[in-house]
């Protein structure tokens, strides 16, 4: 947990098992109003079967890229399987920084971000929240 308020988790969870234990323990966890999901993904990795999961479970959802390494899904191929899911196709941000701008022009006070899908974007997230926090 990066922030209070808003409250900002940055996880790790990265297949399939820790996007299900990560949705559970936000529900146990977390009485909020609306719930803002940005996620990115390695191409290695599942991921519809994580979005699948995960966007249920969240108000709404930015797709986003990591930057330093190669391994990113673009964000347009994650949106596509999402409007696939849903019928509706969300944002893209092609690198933190963009998403960082996302969720400050997106949250409430009394909103949870949850930055999930890879150790890359965790890393990369996490840096940029710290280099300019959504609250002063």
């Not at 994580?50 to 964000?75: G, K, Q």
Request: net charge negative; aromatic share 6%.
């Amino acid at each position: 947990m990066v922030s209070r308020r808003p409250a900002v988790v940055i996880d790790t969870a990265h297949n399939v098992a820790s996007i299900e234990a990560l949705v559970e323990v936000l529900g146990e966890s977390f009485s909020v109003g609306r719930r803002l999901l940005v996620f990115a993904a390695s191409s290695d990795k599942e991921h519809r079967e994580m979005l699948n999961t995960l966007l249920p479970n969240f108000d709404e959802a930015l797709l986003a890229r990591f930057v330093e390494n190669p391994r990113s899904v673009p964000p347009v191929e994650l949106a596509a399987f999402a409007e696939e899911l849903t019928g509706r196709r969300p944002p893209t941000a092609e690198s933190p920084a963009a998403a960082r701008d996302w969720i400050a022009a997106n949250v409430h006070p009394d909103d949870l971000v949850c930055v999930t899908g890879s150790f890359f974007i965790a890393a990369e997230m996490r840096r940029e929240l710290a280099a300019r926090p959504l609250c002063s």
